[in-house]
């Protein structure tokens, strides 16, 4: 009966100790969840992030992540699990590959021929003004040289 009665407790505090160390085993980092959580997107607000949003959902999905997290997860998994289930759709930054590349891309290209024609105007400006200031005196004709020349002699005006 000793002998039962200690195995029985040996079991029971094996087993104690062991829920023990799960839960201890995988502590989930809150700045992790909130990490991931701020690379998706809401469902219900689509306009704002699962750490954002005030959403049953969003508190649902933040709860998903903690779960996953604990799970021995890694963020690209779990963020690879919300992408399976709801598309790419649900990042807020979209992924750097095929059709979706253009949204990374196009700003700057916009932003480069921008600067272009900024540039060719402000040349093209450039040139004229130039051209303004170093426009020739107008032709003065004979009469009025020899006018200049007879008060210059004189002392005038």
Known sequence: MRRAAAVFGLVMAVG??????????????????????????????????????PSETAHQMRDIIRERLAAGETPDQVTAYFVARYGDWILLAPPRRGFTLLVWVVPFVGLALGLVVVAVAVRRWSRVS????????????????????????????
């Open 130 to 157: 130039a051209g303004r200031a170093a426009a020739p005196a107008p032709e003065v004709d004979a009469a009025t040289r020899e006018r200049i020349r007879r008060e210059m002699a004189e002392g005038g005006p």
């Open 16 to 53: 104690v100790l062991g829920s023990g160390l799960a839960l201890a085993a995988a502590p989930v980092d809150e700045q992790t969840v909130h990490a991931i959580a701020t690379q998706l997107r809401c469902v219900v607000c689509q306009s704002l992030s699962v750490a954002d949003s």
